[in-house]
T-cell receptor
Framework: QQQVKQSPQSLIVQKGGISIINCAYENTAFDYFPWYQQFPGKGPALLIAIRPDVSEKKEGRFTISFNKSAKQFSLHIMDSQPGDSATYFCAASSKDTSYDKVIFGPGTSLSVIP | NAGVMQNPRHLVRRRGQEARLRCSPMKGHSHVYWYRQLPEEGLKFMVYLQKENIIDESGMPKERFSAEFPKEGPSILRIQQVVRGDSAAYFC????????????FGQGTRLTVV
């Protein structure tokens, strides 16, 4: 129940296209859903996050869509660029006693080709 | 303001040796989280520490692994008698409060056991 599922495992998108990564969860106690971006040899960095009281959040070319009833959320990268090539992790967290423990999905390796 | 500093970046150990991984949190951050990342997998939570206290070690193997975050100095993740299966990237993250989802990550230590 603590698992976060993520698909696809890898994704190849043409420059200028839309990249879509999907995630699903089971635990309804999750109340915060961040996405992280990780470049090779680097640590993950928080990219964008959403709470379940909204259905969509947009920051620049990055948009999170959230479907509370289906317990699913997705990341859309509009006008994908080669510089977006990285591994993307969805995650979920909930207040657990004194802090918000984060559960990560397995990641999606995105390659944007020119 | 320097980011989260981890050292060494790469560590090679023979089976049976000890591995010590160090993490200096960002200035002003008193909360540290350690994660392990295996190829094709997401980050798996290991342990959460505040200064001089272990808050949650539910993700840490019961044997051979230990962590500390002393009053002075970096947080240390210690792996005794390493085995091949310990080979992975180990990341630490830090936050000013107990908000793991908004923590900043270091660049990781890549441990190889030969």
């Amino acid at each position: 129940q603590q698992q976060v599922k993520q698909s696809p495992q890898s994704l190849i998108v043409q420059k200028g296209g839309i990249s879509i990564i999907n995630c699903a969860y089971e635990n309804t106690a999750f109340d915060y859903f961040p996405w992280y971006q990780q470049f090779p040899g680097k640590g993950p960095a928080l990219l964008i996050a959403i709470r379940p009281d909204v259905s969509e959040k947009k920051e620049g070319r990055f948009t999170i869509s959230f479907n509370k009833s289906a317990k699913q959320f997705s990341l859309h990268i509009m006008d994908s660029q080669p510089g977006d090539s990285a591994t993307y992790f969805c995650a979920a967290s909930s207040k657990d006693t004194s802090y918000d423990k984060v559960i990560f999905g397995p990641g999606t390796s995105l390659s944007v080709i020119p | 303001n320097a980011g989260v500093m981890q050292n060494p970046r790469h560590l090679v150990r023979r089976r049976g040796q000890e591995a010590r991984l160090r993490c200096s949190p960002m200035k002003g951050h008193s909360h540290v989280y350690w994660y392990r990342q295996l190829p094709e997998e997401g980050l798996k939570f290991m342990v959460y520490l505040q200064k001089e206290n272990i808050i949650d070690e539910s993700g840490m193997p019961k044997e051979r692994f230990s962590a500390e975050f002393p009053k002075e100095g970096p947080s240390i993740l210690r792996i005794q008698q390493v085995v091949r299966g310990d080979s992975a990237a180990y990341f630490c993250a830090s936050s000013p409060r107990g908000q793991a989802a908004e923590a900043f990550f270091g660049q990781g230590t890549r441990l190889t056991v030969v």
